[in-house]
C-alpha cells in the first residue's frame, strides 16, 4: 500500500507552498518583463535579457550562492530588510526566493514568445479607437497572450518544484523548514534503508510535475478557444 509517513506529507506540503508562492510572485514581474522586451526598444536591451537568462547558464550553486551574499543576514539586502521581518537565508521564504530566480528566465521566455505572436496591427487599431496603452494591454494583448502566459508560468512552477543547487546553497536543508522534495530525495538516498522513502517521493514528484503539464495544456487550450471564438 502507497502510504506516506508525517514527515513525507510535510516534505510534499512544503515544496508546493515553495513552488506556488515562487510562481505567484514571479507572474507579475515577469509578464511586465516579457511584453517591456517584446514591444520596446531601448538601450541595453538586449544586456537586459542576457541578465533575465543568465540563471539558465550559470552553475545553479552560482546563483545560489550570490543570493547568499545578497540576503543572508549579514548581505546588504538581508541586513535592509530584517530589520522590517522579511528573512530569506536558511528559511522556506529563501527556498522560494531560489526557486523563483532559477524559474523567472522560463517563465519570462515563454510569455515573451507569446508576446511576439500578438499581431501589433490589432493593438494599432485599437490605439486609432482611442484606448490607452493600460486598456489595450489588459483587453487585447494580454488575453490573446494568455496561453502562453499558462505555459510560463507551469515552467516557473515545475522548475521551482525541482530546484536543488540554488536552494541548498541558499538556505541548506533543514527539516521541516527548507527541506524540499528534491532535497529531501538527495538526503534519502545517502542514508541505508532510505530508497523506500527517495522512491515514493520521486513518483510524488513525477505526478504533481505530469498533473501540472496536463492541467496547464488543458487551460492553454481552454484560453486559446475562447479567444478564437470571441475574434
Known amino acids: 500500500m502507497f502510504t506516506l509517513s508525517p514527515e513525507e506529507q510535510q516534505i510534499i506540503g512544503l515544496s508546493l507552498k515553495v513552488a506556488v508562492t515562487a510562481t505567484l510572485f514571479s507572474l507579475p514581474p515577469g509578464v511586465a518583463l516579457a511584453y517591456l522586451l517584446s514591444r520596446h526598444r531601448f538601450p541595453g536591451k ?26 543572508g543576514r549579514n548581505g546588504p539586502l538581508g541586513r535592509l530588510l530584517e ?39 490589432i493593438e494599432r487599431a485599437a490605439e486609432t479607437l482611442g484606448a490607452s496603452p493600460i486598456v489595450r494591454f489588459l483587453t487585447i494583448t494580454l488575453p490573446l497572450a494568455l496561453p502562453g502566459v499558462a505555459a510560463g508560468a507551469v515552467l516557473a512552477f515545475a522548475k521551482a518544484l525541482g530546484e536543488f543547487g540554488a536552494t541548498i546553497t541558499f538556505v541548506a536543508s533543514i527539516p521541516g523548514e527548507t527541506r524540499t522534495l528534491p532535497l ?9 534503508g532510505g530508497d523506500a522513502a527517495a522512491l515514493r517521493l520521486i513518483v510524488i514528484s513525477v505526478l504533481v510535475s505530469v498533473g501540472a503539464l496536463v492541467v496547464s495544456e488543458w487551460g492553454a487550450r481552454a484560453v486559446a478557444k475562447r479567444v478564437g471564438g470571441a475574434g
Open 184 to 192: 529531501a530525495i538527495y538526503s534519502l538516498t545517502q542514508v541505508p
Open 46 to 71: 538586449a544586456l537586459v535579457a542576457g541578465v533575465t537568462h543568465l540563471p539558465l547558464i550559470l552553475p545553479p550553486v552560482v546563483t545560489g550562492y550570490a543570493l547568499l551574499l545578497l540576503f
Open 83 to 121: 530589520p522590517v521581518g522579511i528573512v530569506f537565508a536558511f528559511d522556506w521564504t529563501g527556498a522560494a526566493l531560489a526557486a523563483a530566480v532559477m524559474g523567472f528566465p522560463l517563465l519570462v521566455r515563454a510569455v515573451r514568445l507569446s508576446f511576439d505572436m500578438v499581431d501589433p496591427r
